[in-house]
């Protein structure tokens, strides 16, 4: 029972335009979402994050919208860098449970052309 | 500042063999994880421990043991290593909870299993 689903294993974007990735959950309890970039041979890294009380992030090119109804969250690059290229991870979990169960989605790959 | 530092880098077994992955973290971090990532199923989260002195299984616990030596130091342990482990192992730290504050990961293990 995959409980965040990226539906799309790779995108591939032209340099300076948006990158759109999206995210799916399938449990309603989960309130704290996290995207994460992992580059080749190294480990992920932190992006943005979001609380379930709001429905939009925003550091520099990098926002995160939220839609609680709809269960789905997107990360949207603005505008898009070759350096952005990368495997961007979704993960969620739910502060009513334990806090040390993050879920992970499968990742979607994008690419960024110059 | 070396966050976290994993050793060894790559790792080949043979079935059977035992080995250790070793895990430090310099940022003061209570809680420890490990994850294992292999292609088309994200990350999953294999043991934790959310602060010195406990550990607690995670999605796939099976065939690893681990040691929350102190603060610092967490290791993983294949004690009889199978081709099914091969993969890619990240430890990761987090100052608290992983699902509140974020995780920061170390550059991975890659071991394969003949």
């Known amino acids: 029972d995959q409980q965040v689903k990226q539906n799309s294993p790779s995108l591939s974007v032209q340099e300076g335009r948006i990158s759109i990735l999206n995210c799916d959950y399938t449990?309603?309890?989960?309130?704290?979402f996290l995207w994460y970039k992992k580059y080749p041979a190294e480990g992920p890294t932190f992006l943005i994050s979001?609380?379930?009380?709001?429905d939009k992030n925003e550091d520099g090119r990098f926002t995160v919208f939220l839609n609680k109804s709809a269960k789905h969250l997107s990360l949207h690059i603005v505008p898009s860098q070759p350096g952005d290229s990368a495997v961007y991870f979704c993960?969620?979990?739910?502060?009513?449970?334990?806090?040390?169960?993050?879920?992970f989605g499968k990742g979607t790959l994008l690419t960024v052309n110059p | 500042n070396a966050g976290v530092t994993q050793t060894p880098k790559f790792q080949v077994l043979k079935t059977g063999q035992s080995m250790t992955l070793q895990c430090a973290q310099d940022?003061?971090?209570?809680?420890m994880y490990w994850y294992r990532q292999d292609p088309g199923m994200g990350l999953r989260l294999i043991y934790y421990?959310?602060?010195?002195?406990?550990?607690d299984k995670g999605e796939v616990p099976n065939g690893y043991n681990v040691s929350r030596l102190n603060k610092r130091e967490f290791s993983l342990r294949l004690e009889s290593a199978a081709p099914s482990q091969t993969s890619v192992y990240f430890c990761?730290?987090?100052?608290?909870?992983?699902?509140?504050?974020?995780?920061?990961f170390g550059n991975g293990t890659r071991l394969t299993v003949t």
């Open positions: 990761a730290s987090s100052e608290y909870g992983q699902g509140v504050s974020p995780l920061h």
């Open positions: 940022m003061n971090h209570n809680s």
């Open positions: 421990s959310a602060s010195e002195g406990t550990t």
């Open positions: 449990n309603s309890m989960f309130d704290y």
């Open positions: 979001i609380s379930s009380i709001k």
């Open positions: 993960a969620a979990s739910y502060s009513g449970g334990s806090n040390y169960k993050l879920t």
